[in-house]
Every structure is written in structure tokens, then in C-alpha cells.
């Protein structure tokens, strides 16, 4: 079956076209709805990557992409706060824990929406969020600097470090309860819509049962580096969606290196050695964010004074650009980055 020719293909167009690319820009300044999220869960897309005895579909990498692309380039708000729940599906589909046999399915199917809380980590040596060994389980302290779809989702999967060096992931339900406040959802200069907040954690309580993952931060770490590497759809997608107002004539050389940029990512991305060629995924990366920023300010040239318009498509286009260049963002990506802009003007300089 080609990748165009799958049903989860089918279906993320129609969720795109039917309801969230003519709702974007309302969708951007009100916020993501739960009819949106109802949509979303009765998709199946909630289950692309879950494995078909639990409901899912196990889709190839290359169904999940697209699907990615093409609900990022739809409404970027509504993609974001369903994709946090791949990370969840990944973790229940990985582990032995008794906590997936209570979770895995519901997730799979698309019953409960999942967020997580768990880009922190990567901060290491600063620690954010502790966890603490407690009678029955696990007691967390400390701040979640990002979390989002507050009020969407219905649990959450929530990271710390232990005592012992460890990460440990584990299932909390997404509501305000005892050692668990979010603050204010935060006002930002793109997806605000995603109900992103911080996480206040004064000795939240889990129980054993809940936890998903245990294992040296080191090995965690390891496993996770590889992958902020690597350009995300999101990015195809949503400078796909830019040159669609840009007309055929300038839109086309750009479309053409987007193709060929993208092509080579997603080789990259499905190359079995997930560690290696870390330097050309990187600058990969660095020249697709540099095809996003050029397509979405040809999109607002193309526009002219209306792109500036909040109800313009263009400008919202160019703020989530914008999001994305420090979504996933690490310390090694972050330096790569910056030494690639710098590089161009150097040589032109
Ligand atoms: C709107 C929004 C929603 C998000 N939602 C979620 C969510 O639901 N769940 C989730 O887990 N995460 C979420 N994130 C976090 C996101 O995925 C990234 O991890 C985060 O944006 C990384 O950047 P930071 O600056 O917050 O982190 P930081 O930890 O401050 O920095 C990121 C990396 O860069 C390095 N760094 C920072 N400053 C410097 C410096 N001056 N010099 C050298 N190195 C530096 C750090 O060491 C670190 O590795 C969200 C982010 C945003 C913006």
C-alpha cells in the first residue's frame, strides 16, 4: 500500500480539511476546543503508532510523518497537543509494567488523550523535577516548565529524577489534585491555543502501579539523544501550507528544496543506526527551519498589508514557525543551530 493510499492518510485529510484548517486562525486566538479533540480521538490517529493488538494501527514511520505534516500544516495548535500522546502510546508499548495493560488500550484507541511532562530532563545536571521514594510509590517535587493541553487531555506522563539517578515516567491524571497546581495557561507569541502551563509539583504522590519507566538516567539519556536531531513534519508541514498562498511561479524553486531537504531528513530519520550521521541530521535540520522562515515570509509578502491581519493565515503561519524552532530544542541542537546561521554569513561575509 502506498503512504497516500493509507486509511490514517485518508483520514487525517479529512480532519484537516474539513474541520481544522477553516477553523485555524479562530482556533488560534480561542484556543484549541474539546470538539476538536473529540474529532481527534474518534480519528483512530491517536493510534498510529500502537500496536494492533491493543487497537492500534502500527503504522510505518512514513504513515506517521505524513499524517504529522498534515495536520501540523492544518492547524499546528491541534496537531501539538495530540502529538504529545505518541511519547505515552511509545512508553505503554515498550514496558512490562502493570500499568500497561490499564493504559495501553485506552490509548491505543483513542478513549483517553495523553499529555506529557518530560522535555525537562534534558536539562541534566539541573533537575527540575525530584522523585522520592514514598510508602507505595513515588512523591514528586519540583516545577514542569511546559506543559500542554491542560484541560484537554486525560492524564498525564509525568518525569523526574530520583535519588538514585534514575528517570522515572508515570501516569498522573491531568487535574489539579493534592501536590499537583498548574499555573495560568501562559500567553505566548504562538500556541497559546495549546493550553500550555507550568507544573507545580509539592510532593504529588504515585502509586507503583503507575509507573512506567524506571531505568538509569544515563541509559535514558542516551536512547533520547538521538532524537531532537533528527527535522520533525511539522516543519514540512506547515511551510507546505505557507507557499500554498505564495503564487506557483515563486513558490515552486522553494517547494522543489523543501522536497529534496525533506526527502533526505526522513532517509536520516528511518536509517537503523539512530546515532550516527548526528552532524548531517543536525544541519538538516538547521536548512529546513531556514526553508520554513523563507516560506512563511514569502506567504506574508504574498499577502501584503492583510497578512498582518490576526484572521490572516500568513502571520499565523510565520508565529508557528516560530514555535517550532525551539520546540525539542536541546543544548546540542541549540549550538548547531546557531553556529549554522552564523556559518552562512561568515562564508558570505
Ligand atoms: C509552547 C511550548 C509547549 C511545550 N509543551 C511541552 C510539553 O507539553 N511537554 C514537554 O515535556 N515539553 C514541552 N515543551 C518543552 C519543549 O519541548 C522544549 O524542551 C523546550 O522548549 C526547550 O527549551 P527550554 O528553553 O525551555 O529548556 P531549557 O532547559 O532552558 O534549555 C533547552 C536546552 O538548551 C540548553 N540551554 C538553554 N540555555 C542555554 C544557554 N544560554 N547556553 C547553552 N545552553 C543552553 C539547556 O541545557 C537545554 O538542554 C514546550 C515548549 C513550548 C515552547
Same mark, same amino acid.
Given at each position: 500500500?502506498?503512504?497516500?493510499?493509507?486509511?490514517?492518510?485518508?483520514?487525517?485529510?479529512?480532519?484537516?480539511?474539513?474541520?481544522?484548517?477553516?477553523?485555524?486562525?479562530?482556533?488560534?486566538?480561542?484556543?484549541?476546543?474539546?470538539?476538536?479533540?473529540?474529532?481527534?480521538?474518534?480519528?483512530?490517529?491517536?493510534?498510529?503508532?500502537?500496536?494492533?493488538?491493543?487497537?492500534?494501527?502500527?503504522?510505518?514511520?512514513?504513515?506517521?510523518?505524513?499524517?504529522?505534516?498534515?495536520?501540523?500544516?492544518?492547524?499546528?495548535?491541534?496537531?501539538?497537543?495530540?502529538?504529545?500522546?505518541?511519547?505515552?502510546?511509545?512508553? @505503554?508499548?515498550?514496558?512490562?509494567?502493570?500499568?500497561?495493560?490499564? @493504559?495501553?488500550?485506552?490509548?491505543?484507541?483513542?478513549?483517553?488523550?495523553?499529555?506529557?511532562?518530560?522535555?525537562? #530532563?534534558?536539562?541534566?545536571?539541573?533537575?527540575?523535577?525530584?522523585?522520592?521514594?514514598?510508602?507505595?510509590?513515588?512523591?514528586?517535587?519540583?516545577?514542569?516548565?511546559?506543559?500542554?493541553?491542560?484541560?484537554?487531555?486525560?492524564?498525564?506522563?509525568?518525569?523526574?529524577?530520583?535519588?538514585?539517578?534514575?528517570?522515572?515516567?508515570?501516569?498522573?491524571?491531568?487535574?489539579?489534585?493534592?501536590?499537583?497546581?498548574?499555573?495560568?495557561?501562559?500567553?505566548?507569541?504562538?500556541?497559546?491555543?495549546?493550553?500550555?502551563?507550568?507544573?507545580?509539583?509539592?510532593? #504529588?504522590?504515585?502509586?507503583?502501579?503507575?509507573?512506567?519507566?524506571?531505568?538509569?538516567?544515563?541509559?535514558?539519556?542516551?536512547?533520547?539523544?538521538?532524537?531532537?536531531?533528527?527535522?520533525?513534519?511539522?516543519?514540512?508541514?506547515?511551510?507546505?501550507?505557507?507557499?500554498?498562498?505564495?503564487?506557483?511561479?515563486?513558490?515552486?524553486?522553494?517547494?522543489?528544496?523543501?522536497?529534496?531537504?525533506?526527502?533526505?531528513?526522513?532517509?536520516?530519520?528511518?536509517?537503523?543506526?539512530?546515532?550516527?550521521?548526528?552532524?548531517?541530521?543536525?544541519?538538516?535540520?538547521?536548512?529546513?527551519?531556514?526553508?520554513?522562515?523563507?516560506?512563511?515570509?514569502?506567504?506574508?509578502?504574498?499577502?501584503?498589508?492583510?497578512?498582518?491581519? @490576526?484572521?490572516?493565515?500568513?502571520?499565523?503561519?510565520?508565529?508557528?514557525?516560530?514555535?517550532?524552532?525551539?520546540?525539542?530544542?536541546?543544548?546540542?541542537?541549540?549550538?548547531?543551530? #546557531?553556529?549554522?546561521?552564523?556559518?552562512?554569513?561568515?562564508?558570505?561575509?
Amino acid at each position: 500500500m502506498t503512504i497516500a493510499a493509507h486509511p490514517l492518510v485518508a483520514r487525517a485529510r479529512e480532519l484537516a480539511d474539513g474541520l481544522l484548517s477553516p477553523a485555524a486562525e479562530r482556533v488560534d486566538q480561542e484556543g484549541v476546543p474539546a470538539s476538536h479533540i473529540e474529532a481527534v480521538k474518534r480519528s483512530g490517529l491517536l493510534g498510529v503508532s500502537a500496536p494492533v493488538s491493543y487497537g492500534g494501527s502500527a503504522a510505518p514511520a512514513a504513515v506517521v510523518r505524513e499524517t504529522a505534516e498534515i495536520l501540523a500544516g492544518a492547524c499546528c495548535s491541534t496537531w501539538f497537543v495530540q502529538t504529545q500522546h505518541q511519547t505515552p502510546v511509545l512508553t @505503554l508499548a515498550g514496558t512490562d509494567l502493570p500499568v500497561r495493560e490499564r @493504559l495501553l488500550g485506552p490509548l491505543a484507541r483513542g478513549e483517553l488523550l495523553s499529555g506529557v511532562a518530560y522535555a525537562h #530532563l534534558r536539562s541534566y545536571p539541573r533537575i527540575p523535577v525530584r522523585v522520592r521514594r514514598a510508602a507505595d510509590g513515588w512523591r514528586f517535587f519540583g516545577t514542569v516548565p511546559w506543559y500542554t493541553g491542560w484541560g484537554l487531555n486525560d492524564v498525564l506522563l509525568l518525569a523526574g529524577v530520583t535519588e538514585d539517578d534514575e528517570a522515572l515516567f508515570a501516569f498522573v491524571e491531568a487535574r489539579e489534585q493534592p501536590g499537583l497546581r498548574p499555573s495560568e495557561p501562559m500567553r505566548l507569541a504562538a500556541l497559546s491555543a495549546s493550553r500550555t502551563v507550568s507544573l507545580d509539583l509539592d510532593d #504529588l504522590w504515585v502509586p507503583e502501579e503507575a509507573v512506567a519507566l524506571r531505568t538509569p538516567y544515563a541509559r535514558w539519556a542516551a536512547a533520547d539523544r538521538p532524537k531532537p536531531r533528527n527535522a520533525g513534519p511539522a516543519v514540512f508541514g506547515i511551510a507546505a501550507a505557507a507557499l500554498r498562498l505564495v503564487e506557483e511561479e515563486y513558490a515552486a524553486p522553494l517547494r522543489a528544496r523543501l522536497g529534496e531537504v525533506r526527502r533526505q531528513a526522513y532517509e536520516l530519520a528511518d536509517h537503523p543506526a539512530p546515532g550516527e550521521y548526528a552532524e548531517e541530521r543536525l544541519a538538516l535540520r538547521a536548512e529546513a527551519f531556514t526553508l520554513l522562515r523563507t516560506a512563511t515570509t514569502a506567504a506574508v509578502v504574498a499577502g501584503g498589508g492583510r497578512a498582518m491581519s @490576526l484572521d490572516h493565515r500568513a502571520q499565523r503561519l510565520a508565529r508557528e514557525g516560530l514555535f517550532l524552532l525551539v520546540q525539542g530544542q536541546t543544548s546540542e541542537s541549540r549550538t548547531a543551530h #546557531l553556529e549554522r546561521l552564523a556559518q552562512w554569513h561568515r562564508s558570505s561575509g
